[in-house]
């Protein structure tokens, strides 16, 4: 069983940045691919960026290309996302997830493991 929790969530002005953290238990967090989902009000939920188990490989969505940053510290099992240039639309609950996987899904039922999500609201 892999727990996440996230935290860093907040509100920032446009323009802005903010870094999301994901704390994982789990013994082989090494061997998991991470991913961060959001999901906006009235809205499917959306993968953001993912990270393979190595860390090699990385994975970003259109809409977040450029301005975030997936990264991961196997030494503390945290995966980390840095927001910058933050826009009004990337308001929405940021969710950390977990797939034993060596691919980068952008798929949500793929990922087997969900922290409980944060919130981030970017005010114009």
């Known amino acids: 069983q892999v727990q996440l929790v996230e935290s860093g969530g907040g509100l920032a002005q446009a323009g802005g940045s903010l870094r999301l953290s994901c704390a994982a238990s789990?013994?082989?967090?090494?061997?998991?691919?991470m991913g961060w989902f959001r999901q906006a009000p009235g809205k499917e939920r959306e993968f953001a960026a993912g990270?393979?188990?190595?860390?090699?490989?990385?994975k970003y969505a259109d809409s977040v290309k450029g301005r975030f940053t997936i990264s991961r510290d196997s030494a503390k099992n945290t995966v980390y996302l840095q927001m910058d240039t933050l826009k009004p639309e990337d308001t929405a609950v940021y969710y950390c997830?977990?797939?034993?996987?060596?691919?980068?899904?952008?798929?949500?039922?793929?990922?087997?493991?969900w922290g409980q999500g944060t919130q981030v609201t970017v005010s114009s």
């Open positions: 997830a977990a797939v034993h996987s060596i691919v980068v899904s952008t798929i949500p039922r793929e990922y087997d493991y």
């Open positions: 789990a013994p082989t967090f090494s061997s998991y691919t």
């Open positions: 990270i393979s188990w190595s860390g090699g490989r990385t």
